[in-house]
């Protein structure tokens, strides 16, 4: 079954860039839609953006200033590098496989999650 | 953005209690609505999918109804591992947005 593993740094000084990348396991990258999604006690659940195999991406319009994210088929992996992190950018990241069910035009449910990383912005 | 919100924000239940939770959207999503129980420590679990679509593997007393701007999630027969975070998230449009979560606890 298809897992997913973040990776990166668990503390990000303040206006530095925030740099992740998940690897995708037991399947593979090149169909579905690969999605960040963040976790802080003040904000709840949200969906940061995601990238599609082909490199074509959505992000949310209030992080798309400073927001990038790639997909590398060959090695199964896809990243995410937010510039510019403040304290308000602390939260678990976890990154997720989006799919679109039988008859329906859009993304739909979120199936597989990694099991998230937890990064703090502070000095 | 649209806006997802979701009651109660917390309920507390017995075992076997049938409960529901409801999420409603700030305009027309079209069935574009998932649930996900998510506990302490772990990334969240889908449970159903545009609207009413029970994921594999998981129990048939989660059900989802609703259409247009509200939406419901309806447990059947509550089990010790139901008590849980429960949250709803629109994928209509871009961000994905999710409501701010329902704590189910034991009564």
């Known amino acids: 079954q298809v897992q997913l593993q973040e990776s990166g740094p668990g503390l990000v000084r303040p206006s530095e860039t925030l740099s992740l990348t998940c690897s995708v396991s037991g399947g593979s990258i090149s169909t579905y839609y690969w999605t960040w999604i963040r976790q802080s006690a003040g904000k709840g659940l949200e969906w940061i953006g995601r990238v599609y195999n082909t490199g074509g991406t959505s992000y949310n319009p209030s992080l798309t200033t400073r927001l990038s994210m790639s997909v590398d088929t060959s090695r199964n992996q896809f990243s995410l590098r937010l510039a510019a992190v403040t304290a308000a950018d602390t939260a678990v990241y976890y990154c997720?496989?989006?799919?679109?069910?039988?008859?329906?035009?859009?993304?739909?449910?979120?199936?597989?999650w990694g099991q998230g990383i937890a990064v703090t912005v502070s000095s | 953005d649209i806006q997802v919100t979701q009651s109660p924000s917390s309920l507390s239940a017995s075992v076997g209690d049938r409960v529901t939770i409801t999420c409603r959207a700030s305009?027309?999503?079209?069935?574009?609505l998932n649930w996900y129980q998510q506990k302490r420590g772990n990334a969240p679990k889908l449970l159903i999918y545009v609207t009413s679509n029970l994921q594999r593997g998981v129990p048939s007393r989660f059900s989802g109804s609703g259409s247009g701007t509200d939406f419901t999630l309806t447990i059947n027969s509550l089990q010790p591992e139901d008590f849980a975070i429960y949250f709803c998230?629109?994928?209509?449009?871009?961000?994905?947005?999710f409501g701010q979560g329902t704590k189910l606890e034991i009564k």
């Open positions: 305009q027309n999503i079209r069935g574009y």
């Open positions: 997720a496989r989006q799919f679109t069910a039988k008859r329906w035009d859009l993304p739909s449910g979120v199936d597989v």
């Open positions: 998230q629109q994928t209509y449009t871009t961000p994905n947005t």
